[in-house]
């Protein structure tokens, strides 16, 4: 999945390795670059089936494009690639480019069928579940943990945390939030159990001519979205359901985002504006604390 992650577990040695085989298995079915996945050949061959967990993150990332109303669509990746963010290879595509690509992104007529697994796209389509695959394989990863009786882990996707219990004494875990203009955390969040996803333009972007460009697409635009949020912080207890949303709330921006928030009661979020305000759901706030550098942070609290 093109990142490093980090387990941290309590129990035996053989555990990790379970938790390390789902992932391993998934990013073998939805890997967009693996020729011998699942989703490659769909790509390749406009039809092609989807089995067991891949299957089951389809429907997962489907119901998370027509929620989000198309602000996560798993269509952009040509949009994606055209900007460079698939090979390292940046670059503005002129505007004829975008409009050429875009016209072949559209979630809705993605055909899949959930008692078969068969998903249908059409001609010039590429399907790309990297924007919720990490979520979803830290829940598997975490499932498979509990199942295996583990009351304690911290499982670190590349940014994307996933929590099985508690610390080992009980405390929740602590997972810091950075400063999406810095290097440093600029607050915790006091955790147990859940999943708890960032999705920011500082994680990967590029330069040209004093704009800064990220890996994070508007569907609308084929432009890096520009919502005014930095990054967008998602708790909740489904980690593709979070991944899903960082990246999507990410685009939306904070007013449709918290609107979104509002009518929703399986997730909690963290905004962070380019004014340097931090927007907190109310359910977090028993729940975090700035780090001392940021003690002076502006904090403010969304109700329903
Ligand atoms: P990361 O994988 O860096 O943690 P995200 O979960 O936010 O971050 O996913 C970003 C990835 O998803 C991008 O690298 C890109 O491949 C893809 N992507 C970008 N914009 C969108 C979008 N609007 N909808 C779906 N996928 C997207
Ligand atoms: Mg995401």
Redesign the pocket.
Known sequence: ???TMQFQVYGEQALLEDAKSVITDLEKQVSVTDPNSELYRINQEGTGTLTGHAATLMQEALTM?SRTDG???????P??RAWG??TGNYQVPDETTIQTLLAQVDYTKIQYDASTGTVTIPEGMTL?L???A??YAGELAADSLRKNGVKSALLNL???VQTVGSKPDGSPWEVGIQDPSGDSSMMVLSIRDQAV????GY??YFEQDGQTYW?????ATGHP?DSGLLSVTIVGDKGSIC??L???L??MGLDKASQLWSQSDDFEAVFVTDSGTVYLTEGLKDQFALTEDYADTKVKVLQR
Do not use: Q
Request: aromatic fraction near 6%.
């Open positions: 999945m093109d990142t494009c602000a996560l669509d798993i269509s952009i990746y949009i994606v963010f698939t790309d990297g924007s919720i990490k979520g590349g940014g994307n996803v960032t999705s920011g994680e990967r890996h994070i697409m508007d569907p979205a991944d899903g960082s990246t999507s990410f685009v």
